[in-house]
T-cell receptor, first 114, second 116 residues
Framework: GDSVTQMEGPVTLSEEAFLTINCTYTATGYPSLFWYVQYPGEGLQLLLKATKADDKGSNKGFEATYRKETTSFHLEKGSVQVSDSAVYFCALLGVYNQGGKLIFGQGTELSVKP | KAGVTQTPRYLIKTRGQQVTLSCSPISGHRSVSWYQQTPGQGLQFLFEYFSETQRNKGNFPGRFSGRQFSNSRSEMNVSTLELGDSALYLC???????????????FGEGSRLTVL
């Protein structure tokens, strides 16, 4: 079945450092890919998405490119801020789109120190 | 536009009891999904409703059930609670159409259930 694998956390960075959170997936065909973010005490928020190969999703300085050849959707940001501290989830929606069932990775906790 | 509202936010139950959680989606959204979040298993899909019909169900026992009302509000019920049911239960709404789903979900803050 479809699955998502993320790099394990926690990831601790200094402010203004470069961020990469790796995400790879296993799925049939061309799923839609997402990054969601969960701030402390809150529900998840959609950060960015990509629906076809080579698409680049971007939002709030974060970017991720849908790479079909490596089945990856790595999240990057050039300069992180303390306010980016949160848990980041990679997710996919399968081709057969079974009633909105998103498959999530385990989540990667990011802590940014001033 | 009001977000997704879940009630109650926190609750404590004992083993064997049952619990009902409520979710009000964003106005105009007809799709409501439920997820269980635990430290060990992460986010796991419970079920999704669209126009009062369950479109998909995750791999949870029959003790977990749900329903959706004509105004798109949804409830989930867990009967005969077990210690392992302690979790954050998240509801999400989406502007799904009858033919499919975009995957763009709007989550509530969750209902944190503790089973003693």
């Amino acid at each position: 079945g479809d699955s998502v694998t993320q790099m394990e956390g926690p990831v601790t960075l200094s402010e203004e450092a470069f961020l990469t959170i790796n995400c790879t997936y296993t799925a049939t065909g061309y799923p839609s890919l997402f990054w969601y973010v969960q701030y402390p005490g809150e529900g998840l928020q959609l950060l960015l998405k990509a629906t076809k190969a080579d698409d680049k999703g971007s939002n709030k300085g974060f970017e991720a490119t849908y790479r079909k050849e490596t089945t990856s959707f790595h999240l990057e940001k050039g300069s992180v801020q303390v306010s980016d501290s949160a848990v980041y989830f990679c997710a996919l929606l399968g081709v057969y789109n079974q009633g909105g069932k998103l498959i999530f990775g385990q989540g990667t906790e990011l802590s940014v120190k001033p | 536009k009001a977000g997704v509202t879940q009630t109650p936010r926190y609750l404590i139950k004992t083993r064997g009891q049952q619990v009902t959680l409520s979710c009000s989606p964003i106005s105009g959204h007809r799709s409501v999904s439920w997820y269980q979040q635990t430290p060990g298993q992460g986010l796991q899909f419970l079920f999704e409703y669209f126009s009062e019909t369950q479109r998909n169900k995750g791999n949870f026992p029959g003790r977990f059930s749900g329903r959706q009302f004509s105004n798109s509000r949804s409830e989930m019920n867990v009967s005969t609670l077990e210690l392992g049911d302690s979790a954050l239960y998240l509801c999400a709404s989406g502007a799904s159409i009858s033919g499919g789903h975009t995957g763009e979900l709007f989550f509530g803050e969750g209902s944190r259930l503790t089973v003693l």
